[in-house]
């Protein structure tokens, strides 16, 4: 059995997301571990070998849903990645089009994230199989910068974007477990944080703060090793 998803075609689309969107449902319902793939077929109304020939696992599953919000999240931030050349608008759109583009899957979203959590699971965001979902998403915050009229340290510049996902990584996990109505919190955590970000990005280029941003590189680049 292959690995790798079905190839696209309009009916296999349908069908695709069919068998996706019977899994959230399912996942909201009865919670991660209590739903199977069999259990999803069924309630698609396909047989069980269709489901894994679009699936080929429940964590396969799970990951065209990362790579799905990945996409839509870029979608949700071109407007305003279009028109804003500041960095701090920028990088605060994108936050809030993340919040905006998982707010649907609230109510379920510390199952994904207790699975995902345990450092063996395909659906860590650090896994291998993950690094689609986190090219995207990392590629997105090089999208940021690169757009915008500000000037980091050199050296910094590289792994930034690298940086700015993990702090979302941080935003996402608040989001998971704030209970304020319609994550008010989340987003006063976004405004509060994106100009301490936009300041120490631009006071990374004085020199009296170069050997800390050379720490830091150097220790992203010792965690990649």
Do not use: C
Not at 21 to 26: E, F, G, K, N, S
Not at 59 to 88: G, K, S
Not at 106 to 116: E, L, S
Not at 197 to 222: F, H, K, M, N, Q
């Amino acid at each position: 059995m292959s690995d790798a998803p079905a190839p696209p075609t309009a009916r296999g689309d349908r069908t695709r997301q069919l068998i996706l969107d019977t899994a959230l449902r399912m996942f909201r319902e009865r919670g991660y571990a209590a739903t199977t793939m069999r259990a999803v077929a069924r309630e698609a109304g396909v047989a069980v070998g269709n489901a894994y020939y679009y699936f080929p696992s429940k964590e396969h599953l799970v990951q065209h849903f990362y790579a799905d919000l990945q996409e839509r999240l870029r979608a949700a931030a071109a407007p305003a990645l279009a028109a804003e050349t500041a960095f701090a608008p920028r990088l605060r759109a994108v936050l809030h089009a993340g919040i905006d583009t998982t707010a649907p899957y609230h109510d379920f979203a510390g199952t994904f994230f207790k699975t995902a959590a345990a450092p063996t699971s395909p659906l860590n965001p650090f896994s291998p199989e993950s690094a689609g979902p986190r090219e995207t998403a990392v590629g997105l915050f090089r999208d940021v910068l690169d757009g915008a009229a500000v000037k980091p340290d050199p050296e910094l510049r590289a792994d930034l974007p690298e940086l700015l996902w993990l702090a979302y990584l941080g935003v996402v996990l608040y989001w998971v477990h704030d209970r304020s109505p319609g994550q008010r919190r989340t987003r006063t955590l976004i405004d509060g944080a994106v100009p301490l970000i936009d300041r120490l990005v631009g006071l990374s280029r004085l020199r009296v703060l170069r050997p800390v941003t050379r720490e830091v590189t150097a220790l992203i680049r010792a965690l990649r090793a």
